[in-house]
């Protein structure tokens, strides 16, 4: 009886909170017989019984059934039958019970599977061992009896026909547990396969460049051979190779020719063809797109000229043709064009519309030299004037004008001992000193400045000067450099040919020297204006005001006796300077720290040049190279962007007359590659990326990792040519930065993998990869790996693993579980005691209802 009501199991168990109005009815019936109060109890507790839905359990416990599957296609090597039977033998043992499957293309159950796994049974045609149909082995073991089973498959994953794919949510339910079983390590194969030939993607014509040879030996005893290398059809290396089992690499140099693109090939033939059964994957080949050298046109006007400039530019890797103007080469082929101290007679008009349409159309034109290249009239009303960044001048020589301009502290210290009434003599004596033609400005300051007399002609200023700086009141504090920043901006728009600041003042400022030791050296360096300083008075920041006047190239004075104020003043307006006097023949290029071409060259001081041609940069033109004069810079090195191209004039010859500095000088290779590389055409840069095709189940798959950041919003999209003719398609966007697409390969052969980005409307080229597809992909022949891809699906799928640890383990006992309703009986019981205890009332005891 207890083991009976152990296997009654409630569904609504909530219903036995009814039990609690069972006093309730005591209560109700309490004047009636007990047989009464006993009838409704139990009719009551019967009700709630039938409520709470009571079931009854059975239990049957039953083993799970186990199923083994042998692929016996002809992929599987010799070697990896043996292991199928071995492992089959040591740790699973079929037993009876068991069922064993064999398959192919088809598959069937069989009893002798170990006589099959020998290749004993003639009955092996009957599966069509020359395809793998994994489909349409599990659609054979879906269509059994369902139960719970484990199935432990012996293949190497790799299915020729069908998916087994379209069935794993059919496996998913059914109960069936996949545990594929595989060697921890491929067994041999008497196969030799050439799986990589690697290579740069690009590089440049007469580069040498390393091919490395990847080739896999999957037997295990040593294989020997002769592996043999192509450059576009034509073979430059075979050698006698001894191969181990497993991977050797073997590395070769060669060198790149002109052609666009190198096309190798690498292939490998086995001595004895027992050692390598499977001849189609004894071969690779590779791409690389070659870069040809800048070809450069340098046009000499005398012969046997140009020999430095020359040897410099070939030594940066330019193919340079060296001609004279008597009969030069057509522009087109050049990327570059130099006229090297030509004169104009020397080429037709043809010639010289030709180089200006060359120039427009992209390309780059350099002009340098004496008289030939740059005297005024040469290239006048000829392409070439208009290409020139600079026109012929002759050099002029200007009266050299002042301008000055007074910086006077009005602080309140400048009270004592009259200190700002001689200032003001100072200032009036400097306007009369100065020439109708110089200029004068003064500015007044205390914490903050103004100007008192704005910066004029001396001439304009003589009627109103004196009366403009009796207007100076001292009071309040020192500041300097709000002073001299307004000093600066008086005269910087002056043209005069001398530009000097004069600073007085009795105290000491506020702010950091840092700042106003920053600003006249800058003023000085920069925009040539001197900054001289007096000091007034014991009290005067003497420190200060000496570097002040040793930064800013001027002079310093410090003047006790207020009286000698204008003397001083006067002095340092005849005596403006400490610089020597330059020599006419010493002159030292300055670079321009705008200049796009030189930007980056590291260079703290040029060489001095002998002499120059005179020009005048073009509007819109850029200043790289100057020679600076006290009232402008001249040009030495100028370019600009003419049409899609560039154009340089450099005004000196590099013959070694005004060069001669320049021949030795150590950064002259340096210079030259730097004007060259702005000169010529801009290459296209190849983004960085990285790209490979790799063989993913049973279908090529491309994969591209772009690396550059402006590469993120980019569609990327391929080409492949081949056997079949030309077949385009797009990559898919796995993650940033990574791409992927299924090639559309098939049939085996080589293929030229072409790639293109296209960002921003723009579509740039990037090198192309090769690939080799040895054999048909729905081929039978072993493989050096398995496909665990595909296995692992199943196994996952299913809920099994790959390979289990203790496949005894497997062993369960499956326990089902049946249920009974019995509510209904008791329903019946509650109703056939209600109608009895109504009966039994009636007749036996006569009471109403």
């Known amino acids: 009886m207890p083991r009976l009501l152990s296997q009654i199991e409630f569904l609504k168990p909530l219903f036995f909170w009814f039990l609690l109005l069972l006093p309730l009815v005591w209560f109700r019936f309490r004047d009636r017989r007990l047989v009464v109060i006993i009838s409704r109890t139990l009719i009551l507790l019967l009700l709630i019984l039938s409520g709470a839905d009571p079931h009854f359990a059975t239990s049957q416990a039953t083993e799970e059934g186990r199923i083994f599957a042998y692929d016996l296609s002809r992929s599987i090597a010799p070697a990896m039958r043996r292991w199928m039977e071995k492992a089959t033998e040591e740790s699973l043992v079929p037993k009876r019970g068991d069922r064993i499957f064999v398959f192919g293309a088809e598959s069937e159950e069989a009893a002798d599977w170990r006589e099959q796994l020998k290749g ?151 001595s004895q063809s027992e050692s390598d059964r499977y001849a189609a994957d004894n071969h690779a080949v590779a791409w690389i797109s070659v870069h040809t050298k800048a070809k450069i046109l340098l046009i000499n006007g005398q012969r046997g000229g140009g020999r430095y400039l020359e040897d410099i530019l070939k030594r940066q890797g330019f193919e340079v043709a060296s001609r004279s103007a008597d009969s030069p080469p057509a522009p087109p082929e050049y990327k570059v064009v130099v006229f090297n101290n030509v004169e104009r007679e020397k080429f037709s008009p043809s010639y010289l519309a030709a180089v200006e349409r060359h120039v427009a159309d992209g390309n780059g034109f350099l002009m340098l030299g004496g008289e030939a290249s740059f005297s005024p009239g040469g290239y006048a009303r000829t392409p070439i004037e208009t290409i020139l960044p600079v026109e012929p001048k002759e050099p002029k020589r200007e009266e050299k004008n002042r301008a000055v301009v007074l910086v006077i502290d009005k602080s309140g210290s400048m009270r004592e001992e009259n200190r700002i009434l001689y200032a003001q003599e100072a200032a009036k004596a400097v306007a009369r000193q100065l020439k109708d033609n110089d200029s004068l400005g003064i500015v007044g300051f205390d914490v903050s400045a103004f100007v008192l007399v704005p910066l004029e002609p001396v001439g304009k200023l003589r009627r109103v000067i004196d009366g403009q700086i009796d207007r100076l009141k001292p009071g309040g504090q020192t500041y300097f450099h709000p002073a001299l920043i307004e000093a600066k901006r008086q005269i910087e728009r002056s043209t005069a040919a001398r530009k000097h600041i004069i600073l007085l003042s009795d105290g000491e400022t506020r702010g950091s020297q840092g700042e106003l030791v920053d600003l006249v050296g800058a003023m000085k360096n920069e925009m040539k204006i001197t900054v001289s300083a007096v000091a007034i008075g014991l009290e005067a920041d003497i420190r200060i005001m000496k570097r002040i006047s040793q930064y800013g190239g001027g002079l310093f004075h410090h003047v006790i006796d207020p009286t000698t104020l204008p003397q001083i003043v006067l002095q340092q307006l005849q005596d403006n300077t400490k610089d020597e006097p330059k020599s006419e023949r010493d002159l030292i290029p300055v670079q321009d720290r705008r200049s796009e071409v030189l930007a980056g060259l590291g260079v703290k001081a040029y060489p001095a040049v002998l002499g120059f041609m005179e020009t005048e940069l073009k509007r819109g033109a850029r200043l790289d190279l100057l020679i600076p004069r006290e009232d402008r810079s001249v040009p030495l090195l100028a370019s600009w962007r003419y049409g899609r191209g560039k154009s340089m004039a450099l005004t000196i010859d590099m013959e070694s007359r005004w060069s001669k500095n320049w021949i030795p000088w150590g950064s002259l290779q340096a210079f030259w590659e730097k004007v060259m590389n702005w000169l010529r055409p801009l290459e296209e840069p190849i983004p960085l990326h990285e790209a490979r095709v790799s063989l993913s189940g049973n279908r090529p798959i491309l994969e591209l990792f772009a690396y550059e950041e402006a590469s993120a919003a980019s569609r990327f999209r391929f080409a492949i040519q081949g056997k079949g003719g030309k077949t385009e398609g797009a990559l898919s966007k796995l993650a940033p930065g990574h791409y992927q697409a299924a090639l559309p390969i098939f049939s085996p052969g080589d293929f030229r993998i072409e790639l293109f980005e296209e960002r921003q409307g723009h579509r740039i080229t990037l090198p192309p990869i090769g690939y080799t597809l040895p054999y048909e992909l729905s081929a039978e022949q072993p493989r050096p790996e398995f496909n665990t891809g595909l296995l692992l699906k199943l196994a996952q799928a299913s809920g099994g693993e790959i390979n289990p640890r203790s496949p005894d383990s497997l062993k369960k006992q499956i326990v089902t579980r049946s249920y009974a309703p019995t509510r209904q009986i008791l329903m019946i019981l509650a109703l056939a005691l209600f109608l009895a205890e109504v009966a039994a009332r009636k007749l036996l005891f006569s009471e109403p209802d």
């Not at 793998?132 to 190497?156: H, Q, V």
């Not at 060697?183 to 460049?209: C, M």
């Not at 190779?241 to 292939?267: C, D, H, M």
């Open 120 to 270: 004993e049974n003639s009955r092996q045609d009957s599966i069509r061992p020359e395809k793998t149909s994994l489909e349409n082995l599990f659609t054979k073991l879906l269509a059994l009896r369902p139960a719970p089973r484990n199935l432990f498959l012996f293949t190497d994953g790799w299915e020729t026909q069908g998916s087994v794919e379209r069935l794993l949510p059919a496996i998913a339910a059914a109960g069936l547990k996949i545990y594929p079983m595989v060697p921890a390590e491929p067994p041999s194969i008497a196969n030799v396969a050439l799986t990589k030939l690697l290579a740069p993607s690009h590089a440049k014509s007469g580069e040498a460049v390393s091919l490395k040879v990847v080739l896999e030996n999957q037997s295990d005893r040593v294989v020997e051979g002769t592996l043999t290398l192509s450059r576009n059809g034509q073979t430059f290396r075979t050698e006698s190779v001894k191969l181990n089992p497993g991977s050797q690499i073997f590395t070769y140099q060669t060198t790149l020719s002109e052609e666009p693109t190198a096309t190798y090939r690498a292939s490998f033939t086995a």
